[in-house]
């Protein structure tokens, strides 16, 4: 695999196809966009002890406590609501890039979105069982370190140096285990998603394509894995600059509006925070739909080119092992040219003699 023209093709797909930004400002593999909030004083005055007292505390929630749990229970469904959004969009994202990559009429917003309803409750279904899989794994672990050591403390055991140097390895060693198996399945996973969206195999069918495309393209998987985690980390570093240079007048306009408690700091500071929302926002869709793109081109490149590879060795196998393949001709090599037979006529038609006697 070409990995240079890989990270062109995948910036050329991003840059021209800006309506995938749309798609990757939600999509993300497992989650959503996270939003932050602020707080108010809905209370008002509430005495001498103020809100931070504990009698003000109590009063501040028995006067807001319909407004709270509104709050609450808002929160919680625009987070349900992110949440679907996010695995539409994902779907959506990967049909997308598919489509502009192969340079099909079917690559527009509309019809892309579309490709993610059709695939999310099949991705839904993915998600939950990888998320389950792992929690019971975990759950395992835990039980097979923690339970061993509560039940030495809950009889107030001695617990050795050896004991703890045993736990100790113990930990090191499923530290050393969980890594390449977290690799190993986040390769798997992105693969699997891409069986699902693109080819339309049910969930346990991906996840065993994923499986099965990244064993046998280990190193190129991992590679292509490699690559992706060097260009978050540029990303990363290129955003963080800017940000780390802006916090310095940001923090001065906090604490001249925590000192003065100037109207205009609030106002400078609302602008510049909306701003910072807006770029962040930005940064998020376009390096989302680019990474979407990289391993939808490289989903297509390993799949396709191996089908590609399948094909012509069958064709050479067929060829080296057909029963007239190291058989000798029957017929010789040169077989002598066939007669003319253009110039000569066909007999013609004579009527019999009626006068003639009949034959015996």
Known sequence: ??????????????????????????AA??????????S?????????????SPSGIEDFFSQNWALLLA?????????????????????????????????????????????????????LGMWLLIALA????????VLVIGLPIGLAIYRDADLGAGAIVGV??????????AIPAGIALQIVSTWANRSLVLEGTGVVASLRAGWRLFRSNIGVSLMVWLIAVGVSIGTAIAILIPLAILAIPIGIMIWRIAVDANPALWVGLS??????????????AATTTYFGAYYTVAYRQLTEG??????????????????????????????????????????????PDPTAPPEA
Request: charged residues 10%; proline residues 5%.
């Open 1 to 26: 695999m070409d990995y240079t023209a890989l990270l062109r093709t995948a910036w050329g797909i991003t840059w021209r196809y800006k309506y995938l930004w749309v798609l990757g400002l939600f």
């Open 29 to 38: 593999e497992g989650g959503g966009c996270s939003f932050s909030s602020g």
């Open 40 to 52: 108010s004083n809905f209370g008002g005055n509430t005495g001498s002890g103020g809100i931070g």
């Open 71 to 123: 709050l609450v229970l808002g929160f919680i469904v625009l987070s349900i609501a992110l949440w679907v959004i996010s695995i539409i969009a994902t779907g959506g994202l990967i049909a997308g890039t598919d489509a502009a990559y192969h340079e099909r009429t079917d690559s527009g917003l509309g019809d892309s979105w579309r490709a993610g309803l059709r695939s999310f409750w099949r991705l």
């Open 134 to 141: 792992v929690f019971v794994v975990v759950l395992l672990v």
């Open 168 to 177: 100790v390895l113990f930990v090191i060693l499923l530290v050393l285990i």
């Open 271 to 284: 602008v510049v925070g909306l701003v910072l929302v807006v770029v962040l926002s930005v940064f998020k």
């Open 306 to 351: 191996a089908i590609s590879t399948s094909t012509a060795g069958g064709a050479s196998s067929d060829a080296v092992t057909a029963p007239w393949a190291s058989q000798t001709p029957a017929y010789p090599q040169s077989a002598p040219p066939a007669p003319d037979l253009g110039s000569a006529e066909p007999p013609s038609y004579q009527p």
